[in-house]
């Protein structure tokens, strides 16, 4: 079945530092793509998305590219602020709306 | 103005018991969905209904049953609850079952004991 990858937390950075946290996909067809984010003691929101191959998402200074080939969809943002620190979620949409999500990684980011 | 609400937002109870978590949505949208979250903070599918009509149960005991009494409201009942029943459980809703961005609820923390 279909399913994410991603590396796991915890990651710890300093602020302004550059971020990338991995997320590889098994999916058959093209499925969208998306990563949710999910702040202390609330739900998770919607970060940004793509729907076909070599599109990319940006949103807040996040950006993450579609990429079939290497079936990858890497979160990253070039200077982070302690506000982002969150557990960042990367995930599939397949048939039906049903999304499929990875373990989650938690991002710590000291001033 | 909360789009997705649930109630209550901490839930504490014994084994064996039986509880209900309730799931309200104000965006006019057909399609919800429930979803647990457990320590290692997976998140994983429960149920989506359509409509007021079930549409997809992944692999969840029959402990578990959805009701939706109108579009706007799906509560999740518990029965006979286990320590593993332990999790947050989050509640989402979407314009549809097709191509739509789903918004999700504040989240349940239950806790078994």
């Known amino acids: 079945g279909d399913s994410v990858t991603q590396m796991e937390g915890p990651v710890t950075l300093s602020e302004e530092a550059f971020l990338t946290i991995n997320c590889t996909y098994t999916?058959?067809?093209?499925?969208?793509l998306f990563w949710y984010v999910q702040y202390p003691g609330e739900g998770l929101q919607l970060l940004l998305k793509a729907t076909k191959a070599d599109d990319k998402g940006s949103n807040k200074g996040f950006e993450a590219t579609y990429r079939k080939e290497t079936t990858s969809f890497h979160l990253e943002k070039g200077s982070v602020q302690v506000s982002d620190s969150a557990v960042y979620f990367c995930a599939l949409r397949h048939a039906g709306n049903m999304l499929t999500f990875g373990g989650g990684t938690r991002l710590m980011v000291k001033p | 103005d909360t789009a997705v609400s649930q109630t209550p937002k901490y839930l504490v109870t014994q084994m064996g018991n039986d509880k209900s978590i309730k799931c309200e949505q104000n965006?006019?949208?057909?399609?919800m969905y429930w979803y647990k979250q457990d320590s290692k903070k997976f998140l994983k599918i429960m149920f989506s209904?359509?409509?007021?009509?079930?549409?997809i149960n992944e692999t969840v005991p029959n402990r578990f049953s959805p009701k939706s009494p109108d579009k706007a409201h799906l509560n999740l009942h518990i029965n006979s609850l286990e320590l593993g029943d332990s999790a947050v459980y989050f509640c989402a809703s979407s314009q549809g079952t097709g191509v739509y961005e789903q918004y999700f609820g504040p989240g349940t923390r239950l806790t078994v004991t």
């Open positions: 999916a058959t067809g093209y499925p969208s």
């Open positions: 209904y359509n409509n007021k009509e079930l549409i």
């Open positions: 965006l006019g949208h057909d399609t």
